[in-house]
């Protein structure tokens, strides 16, 4: 059964850090696209940050330009998007996704192309 469990969120003050994790299991990370989305209320969801299957490339939103960095780690079957110099702007709730489909990247950013949806972890970003 696969699934996906994230988990590092928290309450952060601007400029802070957060290292948020996914941990998947059913499959292991490198063969299946992993995409990190947000929502914040009120808002639709939003692309983060996404690896296509077999690592062959990263694709980030340009508000995570310079800021996220996604990784991952095979043998302990987990992604993980590290987070700098948040933002109240970042606030939101972050979800991780799973597709076994080899993304195009201008497919990694779109919700429907992902399967298997992680419950989320609630970032929140204040002073």
């Known amino acids: 059964q696969l699934q996906l469990v994230e988990s590092g969120g928290g309450f952060v003050q601007p400029g802070g850090s957060l290292r948020l994790s996914c941990a998947v299991s059913?499959?292991?990370?490198?063969?299946?696209?992993i995409g990190w989305f947000r929502q914040a209320p009120g808002k639709e969801r939003e692309f983060v940050a996404a690896?296509?299957?077999?690592?062959?490339?990263?694709l980030y939103a340009e508000f995570a330009k310079g800021r996220f960095i996604l990784s991952n780690d095979n043998a302990k079957r987990s992604v993980f998007l590290q987070m700098i110099s948040l933002k109240p702007e970042d606030t939101a709730v972050y979800y991780c996704?799973?597709?076994?489909?080899?993304?195009?990247?201008?497919?990694?950013?779109?919700?429907?192309?992902?399967?298997?949806w992680g419950q989320g972890t609630q970032v929140t970003v204040a002073s």
């Open positions: 059913g499959f292991t990370v490198d063969s299946y696209a």
């Open positions: 690896v296509r299957r077999s690592g062959a490339g990263t």
């Open positions: 996704a799973a597709t076994d489909r080899q993304l195009d990247y201008w497919l990694l950013g779109s919700p429907p192309q992902y399967d298997y």
